[in-house]
């Protein structure tokens, strides 16, 4: 079994975001970039599949700028095989990352494909569903469990107020949620022979898409802050602010 | 042209949520349309049928659509998709599980979450957890747009009664199956739709713990929430977690217990009205968000309200 798992390099998780100056966009200069917390539990799955014999071949694919090749070599580096890197500067739609995988798809032909839900950056929550909708494929979304049987794949999934499970045809979308897995570490020995793993240089044009955009971001501001308030004595204070000055409990 | 909200509902009964997607609806166009499409549903399709402003409601009853699988619905939805400037969902696990699939079959943009709407074609929607809100403009003929429920209110109902329409469309797929289902049972309101919210912290120290905020909310009517720390810990259910990566709220009131107030727990509850934060640690971050703190061991507090409140 061959698994596509696409990754996207974001700002991390640690890190508190700023709005820039003139509002157009938060602003990413000189800002600690890592590979995004739901792709990292997507690597971890597929290796953890190799792991137990039922992957034969894991390729890690990422669309960014020349810098976003670090994190095919993490990906790598915890044990992806070879990796697929579509050179393209700045931020693209969903639909358009998705028509992109979806040209890779077709070269790949994988049994399986597994991304994170969303990246933490536009929290989006698209690209798998749409990625499965442009190839025709099964998708189970917000996997904490992933199980292959008998050519399909099993998936346990979180949904409002409690757990689903639904068996999809191979080949099929997954994309991961927190309880799937915890992503390992890289070994500094893996890191060293990442650096000699493959990785295949593509552009949008190669694949025959044209990058389109029918979003317009007007503005980026920052929320409204909201301030502290005032510390009560005891519980009897709590109650009494409660019921006559917020009226919120009778 | 109008608009078509798609109706969450497990087939039995409407989901409120569907009420606050339509108030979302109603502000890009004053004509809305529901569909409800699931197996065996009319009830659903009445009580559709009764919010204000509706002005038609479109039934899909078909064995294929019981489990609101995307796979099964969103070929319907884009059979009916060239009537519509507008078809929105709750951006709840159903809605984003579909919304997706629609948009990129239809060969649109998804405009994900949204907490406002501008213009009809211009809407703000919060990124990077809730840090940054992002106003977007969309040139799409149709758009495709998830709602972010707890950012407007609900729809009235009841003063008038749209008619039904049935559509009879069905695609039979193999692909995907629905296995099965676990949902959590409970007597207390739904955590995303409920006025007050009570939730629980590593604070608690233990799944037992948590009977006290049990009973708390049993008295204040008010749904059980958790922060992550206390879901990994094991004390409750994944279903219970407020956050980034869980649930978002916005009730009138939020009483956070034993909560520290990560960055993760409190993109999750952070516009909900009147935030009341109990903690033993007089540092914990929860205490800059929250109207009312109480320094204090929340085991000797709770009891305290628990009596104030009897």
């Known amino acids: ?250 | 042209m109008s608009v078509l909200v798609i109706a969450e509902h497990n087939n039995k009964k409407l989901n409120a949520l569907t009420g606050n997607v339509i108030t979302a609806a109603a502000k890009i166009d004053a004509d809305v349309h529901i569909l409800v499409a699931g197996n065996d549903c009319s009830a659903v399709a009445e009580s559709s049928a009764e919010y204000d402003g509706v002005s038609k409601v479109l039934l899909a009853d078909k064995p294929s659509h019981e489990h609101h699988l995307p796979e099964s619905l969103g070929p319907l939805v884009i059979e009916l998709a060239t009537n519509y400037t507008a078809i929105l969902l709750a951006a709840s696990t159903t809605g984003k599980n579909l919304a997706p699939r629609v948009a990129a079959l239809l060969d649109v943009a998804q405009i994900s979450d949204i907490v406002a709407v501008e213009a009809a074609d211009t809407f703000v929607r919060p990124v990077y957890a809730g840090n940054a809100l992002a106003t977007v403009q969309s040139n799409d003929s149709i758009k495709i747009i998830t709602v972010r429920t707890s950012a407007f209110d609900e729809t009235a109902s009841g003063n008038t009664k749209a008619p039904i329409e049935y559509v009879d469309f069905a695609l039979e797929q193999d692909s995907s199956r629905f296995v099965s289902e676990n949902l959590a049972v409970s007597e207390r309101p739904e955590l995303a739709a409920a006025s007050i919210v009570i939730s629980g912290g590593r604070g608690l120290g233990s799944a037992e713990n948590f009977q006290i905020l049990e009973k708390l909310a049993d008295k204040l009517g008010a749904a059980i929430g958790a922060s992550r720390a206390a879901v990994d810990a094991g004390y409750v259910g994944n279903d219970l977690q407020v956050g980034q990566t869980g649930k978002i709220v916005a009730p009138d009131l939020y009483i956070a217990v034993g909560i520290s107030g990560a960055i993760q727990h409190l993109a999750g509850m952070k516009d909900s009205k009147v935030i009341v934060a109990i903690n033993s640690d007089a540092d914990a971050p929860i205490f800059q968000v929250a109207d009312y703190g109480l320094v204090a061991d929340l085991f000797q507090v709770l009891p305290e309200i628990d009596a104030l409140l009897s």
């Open chain 1, 1 to 250: 079994m061959k698994i596509l798992v696409p990754v996207k390099r974001v700002i991390d998780a640690n890190i508190k975001v700023r709005v820039s100056a003139d509002n157009s966009a938060v602003d990413l200069n000189n800002v600690k970039m890592s590979m995004n917390p739901f792709c990292e539990i997507a690597v971890e799955e597929a290796v953890r599949l190799k792991e137990k014999g039922i992957a034969s071949e894991i390729v890690a694919i990422t669309i960014g700028d020349e810098k976003s090749q670090e994190q095919l070599r993490t990906a790598m580096a915890l044990g992806v095989d070879r990796s697929i890197w579509i050179e393209q500067a700045g931020n693209i739609e969903p639909l358009s990352i998705a028509k992109l995988l979806k040209a890779v798809v077709d070269k790949e032909s994988p049994d399986l494909v597994i991304l994170g839900k969303q990246s933490i950056d536009g929290d989006n929550n698209q690209v798998g569903q749409m990625l499965a909708a442009l190839c025709n494929m099964p998708q189970g979304t917000f996997a904490y469990k992933l199980e292959i049987e008998d050519g399909r794949a099993i998936v346990s999934r979180e949904i409002d107020g409690g757990e689903q499970v639904v068996s999809l045809a191979l080949p099929a979308v997954v994309t991961t949620d927190l309880r799937l897995n915890e992503p390992r570490y890289a070994k500094l020995p893996d890191i060293m022979k990442a650096k000699k793993k493959p990785i295949d240089h593509l552009t949008p044009a190669d694949l025959g898409i044209e990058i389109s955009s029918s979003l317009k971001t007007l503005s980026v501001k920052e929320p409204a802050g909201r301030s502290a308030g005032v510390i009560v004595n005891s519980a009897q204070e709590l109650i009494d602010k409660l019921r006559n000055e917020a009226k919120v409990i009778s």
